[in-house]
């Protein structure tokens, strides 16, 4: 009996004292394919029960941070840690350099992405100020974020709208991640704001009328895609385009060749050919396109960032139903602005829609100060209901 009471007496202390024991928060640098998986794996987990956050699937990401098969790599440089608490994963991050990146004031900056963690201050500021050393080492002035290795991935903290869905192409995160950065120090750098956008028949007639004129005026027409194949055409000339277009936006990094021709390949295999609209001019020349698809927010979080085995058939699902539709990118050039090429891009954007059964659409982000891409949903009814920041801070 007494050995009894001594076992329970000892499984008591022992339980005191793990209780009091010190939380030791252990930085490791992720090095290993079976530590990457862990490092991308980590928002899935984190966000398991959160039925806002779209989750990226996980073969993407792994492509995207791999710097064997992302030709981004060189270019730049890269580091990734994950924080671990008592031996359990709760945070992770990125810290990137890029050959070519200045700040506003024309200082070498780098990037933050990736940063993720739970509610613990003690876990985001380590692995911030493990980034902040590698990114001084590297002679970068400031460090800026969240954003990934171009424009192609994810970026800006979301710091307004966290009780509405995500979109599958955008960051969510939860509300105590931007007290977590002004905690560090960090201070706003641009905003970028999305919009919710009511497809109507009366502001589709204008828009329709608009688009009319601009090709009866000026000879654009809209390219009728019918095959995939028709995609290798036109797809290299609007990545060249947005390399042109946004050249001068926050953030913005040209793409090389070899990321365009990378690209190319993702694009053509992933796209819905109903939802692509390219202009062209009286020469066949691109002069605007636009990319929209169906939201993937709900068919990511019910596949959890996996294909296999079923994850296949959420997206296939959304593919050929869905209210909602998300708009990607859209860019024109410069010369053509103000002459109907949005109008003619919209246009068909919102016949599709309205034939795909679409109520609504997600416009993605947008800098605040992008003036031109924000007139252009003075065509519909809208409501500006999210809000993300880029952070930065001076090393």
Known sequence: ???????????????????????????????????????????????????????????????????????????????????????????????????????????????????DFIDDNDVSKKLMDTALIWIKEQNREALHGPFGFSDMDRQGMLIEGFDRKGTFAALYNYSYYPEHLDAMGFRKSIDWVEYEVVVKDLLIDRVNKIADYAANRYGFRLVKLTKRKQLYKYVPAAFNLLNKEYAHLYGYTKLSEEQINHYVKMFINLVNIDFISFVVDKDDTLIGFGVTMPSFTEASIKAKGKLIPFGWYHFLRAMKKNETLDLYLIAVDSKYQKKGVNALLMSQTAKKAKEFGILCAETNIELENNNKVQSMWHFFERNQHKRRRCYIKEI
């Open 1 to 115: 009996m007494q050995s009894i009471f001594n076992s329970i007496k000892y499984s008591y202390i022992y339980a005191i004292d793990e209780i009091l024991k010190p939380m030791n928060i252990e930085i490791r640098e992720i090095i290993t394919k079976r530590e990457m998986r862990k490092f991308v794996s980590f928002f899935t987990k984190l966000y398991k029960n959160c039925e806002y956050s779209p989750i990226p699937l996980h073969f993407d990401e792994l492509e995207t941070l791999s710097k064997e098969k992302n030709p981004v790599f060189k270019h730049c440089k890269a580091k990734y840690w994950m924080a671990y608490k008592n031996g359990s994963p709760v945070g992770r991050i990125a810290a990137i350099v890029k050959d070519y990146e200045l700040s506003i004031d024309n200082k070498p900056i780098g990037r933050f992405g990736w940063f």
